[in-house]
């Protein structure tokens, strides 16, 4: 009986296993929107950065008059929402989808802002507050990715020609 050729046999096992890594470029686009999406509810919404303003600017903002003259403000929130006419926010956004990620950016004028808030005790990209519920939805999207590529490679034959 001949020997299988253990060079072909590992190739095939290769070739098959790699693509148990594969993410479509919708599921990495669909990520991508999640991510600024849920950056978005979790800061405005929920309000999860915490603190407090400054009394003056509390009162402004609350009032309706902390935007600039001629631009309308989006939010009277007298907590941390990091929203007064909701273009910071709004601008995070996917840029670049590629096959083994997702990309998001902001204009640098709104990553300027972004720092000024840093600076203040106000992280849009709070590792614990925001991106870590973040992390733990996007973990769970690419596994049920993974169980369905290993799913349909398990049921794929495998085609051995001998001689």
């Known amino acids: 009986m001949p ?27 669909d990520i991508g ?8 509810r979790l800061v405005r ?4 950065l915490g603190g407090s303003y400054n009394p003056f600017y509390k009162n402004l903002k609350t009032s309706g008059k902390a935007s600039p003259s001629g631009v ?15 273009k910071m926010l709004d601008d995070l956004s996917r840029e670049k989808v590629s096959k083994t990620q997702v990309e998001l ?5 709104n990553i300027e802002k972004m720092k000024g808030n840093i600076k203040r005790g106000w992280d849009m990209l ?8 973040i992390t ?8 049920k990715q993974f169980d ?3 799913r349909k490679w398990s049921k794929d034959d495998i085609v051995i020609q001998i001689g």
């Not at 950016?105 to 004028?109: I, S, V």
């Not at 709070?126 to 519920?133: E, F, G, T």
């Not at 733990?136 to 596994?143: A, P, Q, S, T, Y």
Request: no cysteine; charged share 25%.
């Open 3 to 29: 020997r299988l050729n253990q060079n072909a046999m590992a190739q095939i096992r290769k070739s098959q296993a790699s693509r148990i890594v594969d993410i479509p470029l919708n599921s990495w686009e």
């Open 33 to 40: 929107d999640f991510i600024g999406n849920e950056v978005r």
């Open 45 to 48: 919404n929920k309000k999860v």
């Open 72 to 86: 309308p403000q989006s939010s009277t929130s007298g907590k941390p929402d990091l929203t007064l006419t909701g």
């Open 105 to 109: 950016g902001m204009l640098e004028y």
């Open 126 to 133: 709070d590792n614990s507050k925001v991106l870590k519920p």
């Open 136 to 143: 733990n939805n996007v973990e769970k999207r690419l596994g």
């Open 148 to 150: 369905k590529n290993i």
